[in-house]
């Protein structure tokens, strides 16, 4: 069945550097690939999503890439701060189906 | 707007017994979808409705269930509770209109089977 891998699974970062976090997706007509940022104790939340007609998307401090051939995208955040620091689910899904989360990445911003 | 809600936030059961959880999605969103989240296995998709019908359906037994009435309010039952059962359990309501596939996650439920 569908299956997404993320990795890594914990990523400890200075703060200002940038963190990087990959995932790969097995179903080759997924086309849309949302990011979750989950705070601790609180709901996940979106925080950029990239569909499969395009292969980057940035807003502000994040980016997404996405390789359609090899079937993995990254989130990329730049200049990261304390407020950074949170668990994030990378998914993906074919438009209006069952969305596929990863297990998730904890990222840790160290001061 | 008020966002998802819902109820009951934690929930304490017995190996055996049931367990209806509710979900209340933002005011004109038709998708309500379900998530099991535990520490090990991330978010897991339980099932989808959309306009009192199941529209997909994750890889969970036939103990987990569910419904949608129709004002999109939405319950989830686990039957036979098992000890693996404990998790929270969120729920996310969407648009469901072109050009807007973002989930909106309620609080969760905390369900915890002893």
């Known amino acids: 069945g569908e299956n997404v891998e993320q990795h890594p699974s914990t990523l400890s970062v200075q703060e200002g550097d940038s963190a990087v976090i990959k995932c790969t997706y097995s179903d080759s007509a997924s086309n849309y690939f949302p990011w979750y940022k989950q705070e601790l104790g609180k709901r996940p939340q979106l925080i950029i999503d990239?569909?499969?007609?395009?292969g980057e998307k940035k807003d502000q401090r994040i980016a997404v890439t996405l390789n359609k051939t090899a079937k993995h995208f990254s989130l990329h955040i730049t200049e990261t701060q304390p407020e950074d620091s949170a668990v994030y689910f990378c998914a993906a899904s074919r438009i209006d189906d069952k969305i596929i989360f990863g297990k998730g990445t904890r990222l840790h911003i160290l001061p | 707007k008020a966002g998802v809600t819902q109820t009951p936030r934690y929930l304490i059961k017995t190996r055996g017994q049931q367990v209806t959880l509710s979900c209340s999605p933002i005011s004109g969103h038709r998708s309500v979808s379900w998530y099991q989240q535990t520490p090990g296995q991330g978010l897991q998709f339980l099932f989808e409705y959309f306009s009192e019908t199941q529209r997909n359906k994750g890889n969970f037994p036939g103990r987990f269930s569910g419904r949608q009435f129709s004002n999109s309010r939405s319950e989830m039952n686990v039957s036979t509770l098992e000890l693996g059962d404990s998790a929270l359990y969120l729920c996310a309501s969407s648009p469901f209109k072109a050009g807007s596939y973002e989930q909106y996650f309620g609080p969760g439920t905390r369900l915890t089977v002893t």
């Open positions: 990239i569909r499969s007609n395009v």
